[in-house]
């Protein structure tokens, strides 16, 4: 991809968000591993949710400790961070390769050369001292030192190095998301364990009420007020209400089984106070502009990361067409006599330079460099495509929020009648002056009421949970 239509892509992102976003530059020190510059600078601002603590933001103490024993066992999280490691020695890898190489080694051997060749005759003729010929057959002994050296001279080396950097910052990001994923996950089916065990709650006291109806019901069969009808619809309606019950107890247990597996523990009850749980607040938040929210996000920051560790693949890969300058020295002791090993006069070295230039057959070059370019493509796609991910699903959960706060508002109310209602009907009937069916109609109205605003309710928290994960909420 060429520099032109890789700054046109970017220009044309930010034009659609009004987002300035500074192109990252590496800074890399061997004690301290800095951001990018920009990298770090997204504005901060106190009224933003995405900067406050999920300490703050969940209050409470049962979920505070589930949170906790997550992000210390949750195996997940645990195989992100051994991926980290692995991004971080492929730095030191990457460092390597631009400095020398110095191998120390020493060896042992003998040679017989045939006498009836060059080598062989001119032992036969050629004397170590006066007196004392050539070993036959002819040991060698040697030690010494190797170095090799490629020269970055165009600097291929420093930004590979320089694109591992990038790809271990952008794997931080990436644990990161996750590590915000994970916290919102529990929190959402924290909450909704607090939601079912509130619905088994309306459950079982409409099982009561019901069960008392059935009781006035069939005393005034016995009296000849009313008809075996009404006994059978009213018993029939505390059957149904009944076998609500089994439902919510298996989505309990459910929800407590997947927040034991997102905790790394093995099943064992959740200990939760879900009396207050319709009193739990999702109050809307400050919002100001999306897209300066978005700076906060992980994965944000991982695909831009990623993008800029990808326009250096691309340098890399045209540098491989450029020659390359290659060193190579030996110094060390040569004798084939350990005696003589260590004499000065066994020494020997030896310099040589190489500079080579690929000419002939430069396909796989040229492929690597094509795979480079098409990957860079497709960071930009995936860049763009995080963006407006993030950008639609913060709008969608702030729209969230404020449309069920409504919705929470007037239920609130609907239940206040027909609980009001419900007392009159009974009231009524037991006086002859109702309908049974008015009775059974209303209380069922009213459960549903209750099962609603308990289910509002939950639809209030999980928005409040997803604008947490929307606007990359704090995970440390």
Known sequence: MSNKSFALGISG???LFAWSCKAPQVVYKSENKSLPAGYSAAQKDSS???????????????LIALIDTALLHNQELNIVMQEIEIRKNEIQARKGEYLPFVQMGAGMGADKAAR????????EEIEVKPGTPFPEPLPDFALGLRASWEVDIWKKLRTAKQSAVLRYL??????NFLSTNLIAEIAESYYE???MDNLLKIIDQNIDIQSNALKVVRQQKEAAKLTQLAVNRFEAQLLNTQNLQFAVRQRITEAENRINFLTGRMPKPIIRNSDRYLDLKADAFPSGLPAQLLLNRPDIRQAELELEASKLDVKVARADFLPSLDIRADLGFQSFNPVFLLNPKSILFNLAGDLMAPLVNKNAIQANFKNASAQQVQAVYRYEQTILNAYTDVLNQLAKMDNFNQSYAIKSREVDILTQSTQIANTLFNAARADYAEVLFTQREALEARVDIVEIKMHQLDAKVNIYRALGGGWK
């Not at 933003?48 to 049962?62: G, I, K, M, S």
């Not at 009836?116 to 032992?123: I, K, M, N, V, W």
């Not at 952008?170 to 644990?175: F, L, M, R, W, Y």
């Open 116 to 123: 009836y060749t060059r080598f062989g005759a001119l032992e």
């Open 193 to 195: 364990l607090m939601a």
């Open 13 to 15: 992102l930010l034009l």
């Open 48 to 62: 933003n949710v995405a900067d406050l603590n999920w300490r703050t933001y969940f209050e409470d103490p049962n």
């Open 170 to 175: 952008a794997s931080q990001e990436g644990k």
